[in-house]
């Protein structure tokens, strides 16, 4: 899409003369997007779409590396999160994607030649979330049934299942699971978050949650963590964004979406810290259909807004050696803005 059509439909808002977004590019999907994904080396980037397909784009020259339907023929279903295999993994083969569909399916997909290489998958389950630990030995799922699957990322089986419904002893959810996360330093720990607002904290060796805090309510790929905190972003008119310590699961900072309107209407879908340092944290949102970027340095006010899209934005992803944002949604384009200091 021509940068200059795209400005005309969008505008970016910045609340600071030291730091502002700056457009790097655009690309428009075949469909909605439902989530949206830099590769390690921040050359690629992917986004899972409402119609099953998988697109794949060169950052630089904006050419379509890929374009595969990753649903089920004659059963067509969303294509609903995505993640990169770490490069460190044991696995033989690199290069490789993972989504998750409607139906169930987790597929590993060989991004060289665009060939299938594994498929799973969870019958009567809906996957919503996924993520590897940073060494790719285990995959996470979480989905419709309320239960994380972790598996062994070499041999595909299931080496743990953290039970949802009717286990309430150890705190398991009892609804839909949108989030997943493992923590970077330790491939035992991980966290989850769904619609019945909990938000879990696992221990692998355990076997069981060791710990449980009211986040919010979970709607998409909006649980983060980073240097022993937890970044939750909920799914409701207000009280949106949250960050708890994760020792002593205990909150540390409302994060004021917008200081002008406490009921502000944004329906946070995402939210990430920034990868590559601790400037900023941002959040993607229906109801406001916005992109808004907060100054970790300035205790959390708004920095810079990309604003005035027609319909919601759902995903998003921070690069991870540079400064660059990328979030799409339901116009089906997907943005790539990068954060600008003086």
Known sequence: MDSNQL??????VDEHVDKRLNLKNSFKTNSEILCVRFDPEDSLIATGNLNGSLQIFHLQSGYQKLNINVSDQGNPTPCTVLRWRPPNSSATVK?????GDGNGNIIQWHTTSGKELERINEKDNQILCLDYDNKGQFLATGGKDSTIRVYDEVSKIIEYKLHGPGYTNDYSHQNRIFSVKFLPEDSNLLISGSWDQNVNLWD????????????????????????????????????QIKIFDYKERKLITEVVY?????????????????????????????????????????????????TNFPKGVYSLDYANQTNKIAFGGADGLLVVVSLLTK
């Open 95 to 99: 290069n490789v994607i993972t989504t």
């Open 258 to 306: 917008d200081p002008n309107k406490k009921e502000n209407g944004a329906f946070v879908f995402g939210a990430q810290f920034q990868k590559n340092n601790d400037d900023t944290i941002s959040v993607c949102s229906s109801g406001r259909n916005e992109l808004k970027v907060f100054d970790q340095q300035k205790n959390y006010q708004p920095l810079s807004t990309v």
């Open 204 to 239: 692998l060796r355990e076997k069981k949650c060791v710990g449980s805090f009211i986040g919010g309510k979970i709607s998409g790929d909006s649980i983060d963590y980073k240097n022993g905190k937890i970044l939750v972003g909920a799914n409701t008119a207000k009280d």
């Open 7 to 12: 400005k005309d439909s969008y505008k970016i």
